[in-house]
């Protein structure tokens, strides 16, 4: 068995695309005939998230759900546009079943919550020495919508916790699976090109 070093092969594999030349790119095209898969993928549009909003918004009306609490993640993008990251600092919305959602987000990244946002919203940014999870709760308490309030399966518990116990509302508890389920089960013309 021949052992070949690394430089000689490097300097093997050069010498060997120097010889093939310019023409060798040409194999690399793509047969005739076949076109893009991605052609038709385009964003998910404004007016798709707001009709995606207004589905879930009728599905709680329906239900006699006053609000759904969603963290940061899929489904805070699948209805607000909103696309972010879970961390230590909670970025979170209340989606009411009348009205915008709040979302709730650390000060510094306020502007980009809002870039991202493609519903109307009420972006409300804490501070340091605020807590996240009294703005929801105060988001809570504001609904006159009798109901319920929802629960993102997703949502880490802490933040179910501290926002219920602010709220110090006699409201029920429950999942929001059903709920979320309902509106992304079947897809969109959108979101099956961009699958």
Known sequence: MTLIS???FVAGSAAGAALAGPDASASKQAPLGLKSLTTAAQPISTAEHEAR???LQALMQER???ALLVEAGSALEYFTGVRWWRSERPTAALIPARGEPVIVTP???EPSIRETLKVAGDVR???EDESPFELLAAALRAQTTPGSLAIEPTTRFFIVDRVTRAAAASRDVISGDELVGSCRTTKSPAELALM
């Open 64 to 66: 006699r759900t006053a």
């Open 125 to 127: 940014p804490w501070k």
């Open 107 to 109: 000060f510094f990244e």
């Open 53 to 55: 909003l207004q589905k």
């Open 6 to 8: 690394r430089r000689t």
